[in-house]
């Protein structure tokens, strides 16, 4: 398969990195600067320790914490799911089933993080994803081990084990990027220190196949 447009990292699972559409960009900050008064709080839902998390769309079950809404057109949600169609074909995912569940919005600012968590939809199956908005000019210094950064940095936890098994990802983090990853991907974002804001999407993307029916081994 052409491996032009996008990257892999494997830990035990895939991870598939892509570059999002300057236009796609464009029109997810415009819709969450320009609409920001009316977008619904998603903290409720979310493990993050971050004051503004917002819905730009649900599509699960009704309840008290969040209800149905959508704010991005057509050609936005379909940029999503061609992607997400496209992560489960490279790794040879056949005879599923896709339901888009929900994407919301982080803004960080100093201090705020996300700890180590996992994501699920309506069911437990499925694909996560971070997207790359906004960052600020510098993450503030780092006290100790200047060396390996980790101020505001996004870490991704494999399940693969050995010697010489990459067993985390933490990448080096530009706007425009897309990475895509299971459900049971456990991940985290570091806290920074100092002026400006992080600002990201994850969108989540049920999916429902037979793993053992439905899992090429070609």
Known sequence: MDTSDFSFIFLGQSVL?????????????????TKYPELKPANK??????????????????SPKMTRHNHLP?????????????????????????????????????????PVHVHQGTLFTGLS??????LPESY????????????????ILGSANGHFANVDYQPDIKERDFYIFPYDMRHCVYPFNGPGF???LAANMDVRYDPIRNRGVS
């Open 17 to 33: 990195k892509y570059q999002v559409p300057l236009d796609v960009f464009n029109t997810i900050n415009h819709i969450y600067e």
């Open 45 to 62: 839902q979310l493990v993050g320790k971050i004051e503004k998390e917002h819905s730009l769309f649900f599509n699960g079950d009704d």
């Open 74 to 114: 057509d050609n936005v949600l379909g940029w999503f799911e061609s992607k997400f169609k496209h992560y489960l074909d490279w790794n040879k995912i056949t005879g599923y089933n896709l339901h888009f569940n929900s994407i919301w919005v982080n803004t960080m600012f100093e201090h705020e993080y996300n």
């Open 129 to 134: 994803s971070v997207m790359i908005l906004k």
């Open 140 to 155: 503030g210094v780092e006290y100790s081990a200047a060396d390996a950064p980790q101020n505001g940095r996004l870490q």
């Open 198 to 200: 992080r600002r990201t």
